[in-house]
Nanobody
């Protein structure tokens, strides 16, 4: 069974940093894609960015470009979301997701999701 397990998150001050992790398991292919999404209270879930081991592509939402960076450890199929210079509007539940049928970033559809982790930016 393919699973994504997230860790990290928590509370940070404006201008601070946090790092999230997303570990992919039960997936046999060498190539994979992991995307990050976030959902603020009362808002729709929105893409943050994605990374692919396979097409070596990365993409970021305009709202996080220059502040957030996605990296991977392909040996353990884990992606990381490094969030710097955090702003109040980054407060949300963050989810990672993958597409088990392909490894393109961004995927047309993500069919496996992590459990979500809360990120709160507050002074």
């Amino acid at each position: 069974q393919v699973q994504l397990v997230e860790s990290g998150g928590g509370l940070a001050q404006p201008g601070g940093s946090l790092r999230l992790s997303c570990a992919l398991s039960g997936y046999d292919n060498d190539y994979y894609v992991i995307a990050w999404f976030r959902q603020a209270p009362g808002a729709e879930r929105m893409p943050v960015g994605c990374t692919s081991y396979g097409d070596n592509n990365e993409e970021y939402a305009d709202s996080v470009k220059g502040r957030f960076t996605i990296t991977r450890d392909d040996n353990i199929k884990t992606a990381y979301l490094q969030m710097n210079n955090l702003k109040f509007e980054d407060t949300a539940i963050y989810y990672c997701a993958t597409d088990t049928s392909d490894y393109v970033c961004p995927a047309r559809e993500y069919n496996v999701w992590g459990q979500g982790t809360q990120v709160t930016v507050s002074s």
